[in-house]
């Protein structure tokens, strides 16, 4: 049972101490009164062990559930309320007469009452001895008691005694002594104060019980004697104090184990009083004090015990060699696993050495930096991220990650943050490297991390440039939306430009011409000649002149040079009359020219128209070059000026401002899968280089001469 708390130890002890304290003086003044009679004196001594014993009852017994109570409490208990109960007989016996009481079979009564304080030795036994040992200290116990017992019982037996007289020597021996030894062995294993305290009052009953036996066996036993009276009454109080205030055991602590040469001991003082019991029976037999037969008895029992004591010995001394036998056998088969383990061992060690190595080789092989972190403080890190910050591998380590930080030339304030936010900035000979680092968790003792860094410059960089060419993309699909807008609005206003100069002027011209053969017709009918045939020369006139107009509007649509000439001479003569024009002075040159598809003709015709277009209105140049040349298959058409040029970069504002010139130059390149490039840097001209994929044909065509 665990022990009590202070607090609970002082509150709840107290009624029953006090209890106990009083009923202690009530028994000791009580008993030391000198009534005057023999017979008052010996019922007052009897009323006062029953007093005792029935207040030690009281108290120990209701505390038997309480925490901290002893396992034994209610045979103790049970015990003080058989030693009241026999003290309520004397007390009933001394008042019908006062005659000493004698020897009978009855005395064969008082053993229940002795074996209830026989159960807590067994109890206490088994709390505090594992169960291998208590066998033989039972055994050791037993025998002792036997050999204290007869001598005892030879002590106290009259000579010549009456069958009643053996029987009640035997039972108060067996009572005196075995509650006696059994504590004093007990105390001897285990000596705490409550065991101390339990033996002293155990000793108390055996020496009264004794003094009391010497007179009940001769039948001269009166009541009312100090000298037994109180170890009885106040011993049993003394019990009820010790098991209500003194705790057990701690259930926390461990068994105790007796040690070898303690058991040898308490095995040697076992044969040793067994022997000495032994010889002090064979004296008395030899005097004539006890019978033959007695005497036989008596030396069968202790023999018995002895012999069984060397039996269980040798039970157990076999037993222990078996054991032993056995464990060296294990202990072998444990050394040779023991070798085989050692060799498992050396194997994985082996491996594990190279697997090290291998791993510190691959660490310091990683492309990408790793770093291990003991919370700030960097424990190692390899060779890559050595060169990616710059430093040697020993100025880095030991270092926290601030300090690091500070260390690293180009570093900027996001490389102190890099294991939380995962990115950093660091500019070496004016260029920027982009790093991103990922941190993992190591368990263990200390907890690490591991910070994985690599260089996404080039990542970065193509994650910039997608990005750039995305959004030009985006530009040139708005530009074409805008210039498909315009250009569906040039096309509808040339068709209706085209509609209203047919309805204007060739329309016109020809529904007169048939009007005008209707009136020659009737005069013709009318017999009007002459004037029929003015008619008719005025309606050839202004036929005349509607075919002239229709050449003048297809020569707009396509130039006749063009289709009659090519594109040489048709560029010559463009060229030609926009110096002209325009006073500026001009230069053409065609190189290694093939035969041009009619289609690519055109378009290389509408650019230079366009580019000289622009040239005119916005260059202010002097001098304009056009270079038309077909090589490797493709068509390279080229219209340079040195007039004032332009920002590039601005082409976008001119489509948005409805300058679509430049914008309508490329998308009709691009559709031919060409390519289009205008390079102009303000005050350094312009150059627009359009390049046209052709289709080879084998026969070249000479350049006209004109």
Not at 619 to 638: D, F
Request: negative net charge.
């Amino acid at each position: 049972m665990v022990s009590r708390p202070d607090s609970l130890s002082r509150t709840d002890t107290r009624p029953a101490l006090a209890l106990v304290g009083l009923t202690a003086a009530l028994v000791v003044v009580l008993d030391a009164v000198d009534l005057g009679t023999a017979r008052a004196d010996a019922t007052v001594g009897h009323l006062c062990v029953f007093l005792g014993a029935l207040t030690a009852g009281l108290v120990i017994y209701p505390w038997r559930n309480r925490e901290g109570a002893w396992e034994s409490a209610p045979f103790m208990a049970l015990g003080m309320f058989g030693l009241a109960a026999v003290n309520a007989s004397f007390v009933v016996l001394d008042l019908l007469h006062a005659h000493p009481y004698a020897p009978s079979f009855l005395d064969l009564l008082f053993v229940p009452v002795a074996a209830c304080f026989l159960v807590p030795i067994a109890i206490e036994f088994k709390g505090h001895f594992p169960a291998e040992e208590r066998r033989e200290i039972a055994l050791d116990v037993g025998v002792m008691i036997a050999s204290v017992t007869i001598t005892t019982y030879l002590f106290l037996r009259p000579e010549r005694a009456t069958p009643e007289e053996m029987v009640s020597s035997l039972v108060f021996a067996s009572i005196a002594v075995v509650a006696f030894t059994g504590y004093a062995a007990l105390t001897a294993w285990v000596p705490s104060t409550a065991h101390l305290w339990q033996l002293l009052v155990m000793a108390a009953f055996s020496a009264a019980t004794i003094a009391l036996a010497q007179q009940w066996v001769h039948g001269i036993y009166v009541g009312g004697q100090l000298p037994i009276d109180l170890p009885f009454g106040v011993g049993a109080l003394t019990l009820a104090a010790v098991m209500t205030v003194l705790p057990r055991r701690d259930p926390g602590t461990p068994l105790t184990v007796p040690s070898r040469r303690g058991r040898s001991l308490l095995t040697a003082l076992a044969i040793a009083l067994a022997c000495i019991s032994i010889w002090i029976v064979a004296a008395l037999e030899s005097e004539g004090r006890i019978s033959s037969g007695g005497a036989l008895i008596l030396i069968a029992v202790l023999a018995t015990g002895i012999a069984l004591r060397i039996l269980v010995n040798q039970v157990r001394l076999s037993s222990a060699t078996e054991e032993a036998r056995r464990a060296l056998e294990a202990k072998d088969d444990a050394l040779g696993e023991t070798d085989r383990v050692l060799g498992s061992l050396t194997r994985a060690n082996d491996t594990l050495r190279a697997s090290e190595e291998r791993l510190r080789l691959l660490f310091q092989a990683a492309v990408d930096g790793v770093v291990e972190l003991e919370g700030d403080v960097i424990v190692r890190g390899n060779d890559a991220f050595c060169r990616m910050v710059g430093l040697p591998y020993r100025s880095i380590e030991g270092k926290t990650w601030n300090e690091l930080a500070e260390m690293v030339e180009g570093a900027d304030p996001s490389f102190e943050t890099l294991p939380a936010t995962g990115q950093a900035v660091l500019r070496r000979e004016g260029h920027a490297f982009y790093v991103e680092a990922r941190i993992s968790e190591i368990r263990g003792t200390p907890p690490r991390r591991l910070l994985l860094v690599r260089d996404v410059t080039a990542a970065r960089v193509a994650d910039q440039t997608i990005r750039s060419l995305f959004k030009f993309l985006q530009d040139r699909d708005e530009d074409r939306t805008r210039l498909l807008r315009r250009t569906n609005a040039a096309i509808e206003a040339e068709r209706n430009r085209i509609a209203r100069d047919l309805h204007d002027g060739p329309v016109q011209g020809v529904s007169a011409a048939s009007l005008s053969l209707e009136a020659v017709l009737l005069m013709l009918r009318a017999g009007d000649l002459d004037e029929g045939i003015d008619i008719l020369s005025k309606v050839r006139l202004e036929l005349s002149e509607e075919a002239d107009n229709l050449r003048r509007l297809m020569t707009g649509l396509r130039p006749p040079l063009l289709e009659e000439r090519g594109l040489v001479p048709a560029l010559r003569e463009t060229l030609t009359r926009f110096g002209t024009s325009n006073g500026m002075e001009t230069s053409f040159s065609p190189r290694s020219l093939v035969e041009v598809p009619p289609d690519l003709e055109t378009l290389a015709f509408r650019v230079v128209q366009e580019a000289l277009s622009n040239a005119g209105k916005h260059s202010e140049a002097s001098h304009v070059e056009v270079t038309v040349e077909a090589v490797a298959g493709q068509l390279r058409v080229e219209i340079a000026d040195d007039g004032a040029g332009f920002d590039a970069s601005r082409s976008r504002e001119f489509l948005e401002m409805g300058r679509v010139g430049l914008a309508s130059m490329r998308e009709r390149v691009e559709l031919a899968n060409g390519t289009f490039m205008v390079h102009s840097t303000p005050g350094k001209g312009t150059t627009v280089r359009a390049t046209l994929p052709l289709e080879p044909v084998p026969a070249p065509r000479e350049l006209a001469a004109n």
